[in-house]
């Protein structure tokens, strides 16, 4: 079959969403196959040890080389505009990833306080016990950027908008500075996806993913993405050959399906979080609310520059303590009471007890997460039927 090969950036956003990846193999199927095998039979010894050696391309073992997996990667890396993507066994896997391929004992990272609660877990507790430090900084403060960069900063991270808080960094100001200080520029996509938000197209060196939230959508399997150039790929594979986090082929099939209505899923999102944002601050026990689509948001302007909508989660302090923000939350029935996000049902959670409370209370309060605080990861239900849910929680409160 005459095999056609494709620069995937003559092509808009949603055509490279359907169809990047994806070689049809001589049988002809129209969607996209599931290679579940383990290992892949070679014609005789010349050519396995020629495979194992890299003098020939082809697949070798599941391990590093799957076809389902590449076409998830290739599909990525289209979305993103990155020259490569290497796909992990989940978000936070992508994350140890990044930080083992690309630095050594001794490297310092600067990182935004502002993060998913495992992120600041993985650099306070983790990579600390390998001589890699952290020093968190503000995710909005370019001068306490600057100020935390020492001689042994090789790295800096941070999530744009952050969870849960939303706050939103200047990605172009920190890719400036990084490439100032010799740097790398890493940004967790996870809240705005490609659809959204393309931070390599800001300056930004690395996005990573946890695909188990949008790039999924419907709250099914565990996963991850590194997504850079050619050199940021060849370090990443060779991690993942070695060490092993890989996707199974299974995962990168479903993750590859979500992507094919990323772009309307995630503007949909963004529709309904509008929308029950701008209602809830006009509610009565609602202290504050978190969202970056709100005019009042600090960031509001930056965040209309930077991304094409303001995405699928907001948040929100209940008057009170976590008494009044769990009987809230326990007193809506439509919503799932879950933390994860990023699914086409709408998700409720109490950050500071559950996504954040292995970070301590220490990282809690620099992260500016209180016990008041509720997130909800906005699905795809109709807006009056989630707005009646939670006018039960808002019912709770007096
Ligand atoms: C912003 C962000 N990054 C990374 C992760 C980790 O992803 P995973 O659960 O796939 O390991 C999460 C999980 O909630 C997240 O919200």
Redesign the pocket.
Known sequence: MKEIKRDWREFAFRTRAIRAGHERTPEGEHAEPIFTTSSFVFKDAAQAAARFADEEPGNVYSRFTNPTVRMFEQRLAALEEGERCVATS??????LATCMALLKAGDHIVAASS??G??ISLFNNVLTRFNLTTTFVSLTDLDAWRQAITSATRMLFL?TPA?PLAEVADIAALAELARTHNCLLVV?N??CTPALQRPLTFGADIV??????FLDGQGRC???AVVGNEAVGNALFGFLRTAGPSMSPFNAWVFAKGLETLDLRMHAHSRNAQQLAEWLTTQRGIKHVYYPGLTSHPQHELATRQQKAHGGLLSFEVDGDRKEAWAFIDATELVSKT???GDVKTTITHPSTT?HHRCGPEARAKAGIKESLIRISVGLEDIDDLKQDLQRGLNALR
């Open positions: 989940s978000g936070m896997s992508s994350i993060l998913f495992a992120t999530e969870n967790d996870v809240y990573v993913h946890s695909a188990t939230k565990i996963g991850g933390a994860n996000l996504t």
